[in-house]
């Protein structure tokens, strides 16, 4: 195997990447970190490893867990490129590398399936943890947050006995560990998971001093302003081009047995106004089954955010992280250029990563591959 920083110097020298120290300081420690995995296996996979494996625990002292990494900063400084190169080089066969809004879908998906055949209304998530560490015991996560009640209230009982059962976790973030789900209500009752993750997890932050998603070249107008009929009219057109002349049609997907109806699809577009996409109750599995059918989504009609619709807002967020991970192409009308349509500065920062990527995804190239 290549260590991460020998891949990471390569790809400087080869014009993929610009050398930035700070990430060169972060490579390093997924160097050590692959050091650890090399000679490390967690119980519940050893107890899964037959007659021979069971002796060999008899006289072996077992190795404790690594710890994982956490890894935070500011938006397009690397993170998730620095997590995927680690995974590529890692010599784990049980891993897993996923955005933390699809594991949350998932994860949720099994926890019911599980509470269903628990008898007498027993609690699903050990086996709900064993049933995830013995697929991997290596997880991934891209965007690690906390946004509702319901996922603290799961995640903190969940990842306590994963790591008991000796997983472990690397996770890129742009909230620090102790700001997880903070001033929020609940918050107080998360306090005691953010204790077993900084237990469990090695906090680093990556302070590159350039956003790498910016100023790439070849960009194209997909975010058009204002909401007008002359760019209602070139959206038109866009759905034209992209569904080659496909008939407009209703399109009805499923999504954890409920129909989520897309009014206007062609081939692989799909065309929804602002309100029916975030005005309205969907989750991550809508938007994930959205982005999963769908190469290209048109979005008509986005208004400026304020605090009266924070939920509309949140959902955006949401929706932009699907679509950014299933490398979706987006086509907007709006109100105002992504950088000025929330103006609340006091949550700012909530905004900064949706910008970022609404940034990235306006390149030409985006969505081509």
């Excluded at 509470?115 to 699903?124: H, N, R, T």
């Excluded at 997880?139 to 059962?165: K, M, S, Y």
């Excluded at 976790?169 to 620090?176: F, I, L, M, Q, R």
């Excluded at 924070?310 to 709006?334: C, G, P, W």
Aim: proline content about 4%.
């Amino acid at each position: 195997m290549n260590w991460p920083s020998a891949v990471y110097q390569q790809r400087v020298r080869d014009g993929v990447l610009k050398h930035d120290e700070a990430q060169e300081r972060v490579v390093l420690l997924f160097d050590q970190l692959c050091k650890e995995l090399n000679i490390y296996q967690p119980a519940v996979h050893t107890s899964n490893s037959g007659l021979f494996g069971s002796l060999k625990s008899l006289w072996q002292k077992p190795v404790p867990s690594p710890k994982g990494i956490y890894l935070v900063g500011s938006v397009g400084r690397g993170k998730s490129m620095l997590m995927d190169l680690f995974y590529e080089q890692t010599s784990v066969q049980h891993k897993l590398r996923t955005h933390f809004h699809v594991f949350m879908q998932e994860t949720y998906k099994k926890f019911h399936v599980l509470k269903q055949q628990s008898p007498k209304g027993g609690d699903p998530i050990p086996d709900l943890a064993k049933e995830l560490a013995q697929k991997a015991w290596l997880l991934c996560f891209d965007e690690f947050q906390v946004n509702d009640i319901a996922d603290a209230v799961l995640l903190g009982r969940l990842f306590e006995n994963l790591f008991t059962l000796g997983v472990v976790v690397v996770a890129t973030s742009n909230v620090k560990l102790s700001q997880l789900f903070q001033n929020r209500p609940g918050a107080d009752a998360f306090k005691p998971f953010i204790k077993v993750l900084q237990q469990n997890l090695v906090e680093v932050e990556l302070n590159a001093a350039q956003d790498y998603r910016l100023g790439r070249a070849g960009d194209e107008q997909r975010w058009l302003i204002p909401c007008n009929d002359e760019n209602t009219a070139k959206l038109d057109h866009i759905f034209l081009r992209e569904s080659h002349g496909k008939p407009i049609k209703e399109e009805t997907l499923t999504v954890m047995g409920r129909s989520f109806v897309v009014t206007k699809a062609a081939g692989d577009v799909a065309r929804f106004s602002f309100e029916q996409l975030c005005d309205v109750v969907l989750g991550v599995g809508d938007y994930l089954a959205l982005a999963q059918r769908f190469k290209v989504l048109i979005i008509d009609n986005i208004p400026m955010f304020n605090p009266e619709n924070v939920n509309a807002i949140e959902r955006f967020t949401m929706l932009i992280d699907v679509l950014y991970e299933q490398h979706t192409k987006l086509y907007v009308s709006a109100a105002a250029d992504c950088e000025h349509i929330y103006r609340k500065e006091d949550r700012r920062a909530f905004f900064e990563r949706t910008i970022s990527r609404l940034n990235e995804m306006q390149s030409q190239s985006w969505g081509n591959s």
